[in-house]
């Protein structure tokens, strides 16, 4: 794991969906260990969804840290080093104008995220009126 990974968009695919992939499993679990898993499967809500993965990135997160810290421990010198590189080039780099080029991208972007999550929402309300007129 300490050799350095070169931008590959194949693996970007397969960990995206090895992550998504999880997420079916740890729901599973999840309802196992809170006694659900007994009714009848019910389709994933995107709440669920969001919930998993928000969980798993957490997680992640955690070990990342635990081994960025491990590796400071190792070796300081370098990790002091390494600090004062990032220090200068943030210095360097013009944060304000990558800062406000995020927010316009993602102005750009909420309206249709926030369509397609109304639309999953219906399907889901959908879904449920329908598995309710079939009992």
Known sequence: MDRVHRFNPGRT?????????RVGSNLKFW???????????????MEDVINVLLC??????HHRYQRCQNQ?????????????AVGYLLHRVP???ILVTQ????????PPALFLLGAVK???FLQRQEMAKQK
């Open 95 to 97: 944060v304000r104008a």
């Open 122 to 124: 219906l399907y889901e």
């Open 31 to 45: 309802k196992a260990m809170n006694g659900t898993s007994n009714q009848p499967e019910e389709p994933l809500s």
């Open 72 to 84: 400071i421990r190792k070796s300081p010198t370098t990790a002091v080093l390494g600090a004062v």
């Open 56 to 61: 798993n990135a957490q997680q992640d997160v």
């Open 103 to 110: 927010v316009r991208v993602l102005s750009a972007l909420a």
């Open 13 to 21: 695919v397969d960990s995206l969906s090895g992550k998504i992939g």
